[in-house]
T-cell receptor, first 111, second 110 residues
Framework: SQTIHQWPATLVQPVGSPLSLECTVE??????LYWYRQAAGRGLQLLFY??????ISSEVPQNLSASRPQDRQFILSSKKLLLSDSGFYLC??????????FGPGTRLTVL | GQSLEQPSEVTAVEGAIVQINCTYQ??????LSWYQQHDGGAPTFLSY????GLEETGRFSSFLSRSDSYGYLLLQELQMKDSASYFC???????????FGSGTRLLVRP
């Protein structure tokens, strides 16, 4: 069966510090991978998606970036965090875009 | 562009039936998905309708009418654990992107 991992579960970072969130998927090959952000009590905002190694599509121009160095690994990064980067970050995988499976998420607080 | 609209909040009594509606506007449409998210947790996939009609999965059913640009999620025999947020979602044209509605918060009362 397929499993998706995200870490860390929670993170508190100062403004201006770097960020690296990692997501890995097991039990499937060549999945579509996604990064979402969710503000408290709000919907899901798509940040990046990837259909293959090294292929990244950015949806929201901001100080975040994503990379897919391996087939089942997706990394979200920032060189300098802003207060507005706080939120719940969710990684998801899919075979077809309509059915996505989410990881447990990382709750990021930027102070 | 594409947008999905759903009520912000619905309240129902344990054991009852509740329907959560979703209307969409899109330049291209493949189907409607539904996700459940408990407070503090991650969304989980519930159902997907590509064709018109009703899809049933246990206590949950989902309906789609392409001609009306409308769908709904039906929850029967409500349980307290069904208290959660429910999101409808649709793919944008032929892309790999899934656009989510803003979510409906369901509160189940005893």
């Amino acid at each position: 069966s397929q499993t998706i991992h995200q870490w860390p579960a929670t993170l508190v970072q100062p403004v201006g510090s770097p960020l690296s969130l990692e997501c890995t998927v097991e039990g499937t090959s060549n999945p579509n991978l996604y990064w979402y952000r969710q503000a408290a009590g709000r919907g899901l905002q798509l940040l990046f998606y990837s259909v293959g190694i090294g292929q990244i599509s950015s949806e929201v121009p901001q100080n975040l970036s994503a990379s897919r160095p391996q087939d089942r690994q997706f990394i979200l990064s920032s060189k300098k965090l802003l207060l507005s980067d706080s939120g719940f970050y969710l990684c998801a995988w899919s075979v077809t875009p309509d059915t996505q499976y989410f990881g447990p998420g990382t709750r990021l607080t930027v102070l | 562009g594409q947008s999905l609209e759903q009520p912000s909040e619905v309240t129902a009594v344990e054991g009852a039936i509740v329907q959560i509606n979703c209307t969409y506007q899109t330049s291209g449409f493949y189907g409607l998905s539904w996700y459940q998210q408990h407070d503090g947790g991650a969304p989980t996939f519930l159902s997907y309708n590509a064709l018109d009609g009703l899809e049933e999965t246990g206590r949950f059913s989902s309906f789609l009418s392409r001609s009306d640009s409308y769908g709904y999620l039906l929850l029967q025999e409500l349980q307290m654990k069904d208290s959660a947020s429910y999101f409808c979602a649709a793919r944008e044209d032929s892309s790999y992107k899934l656009i989510f509605g803003s979510g409906t918060r369901l509160l189940v009362r005893p």
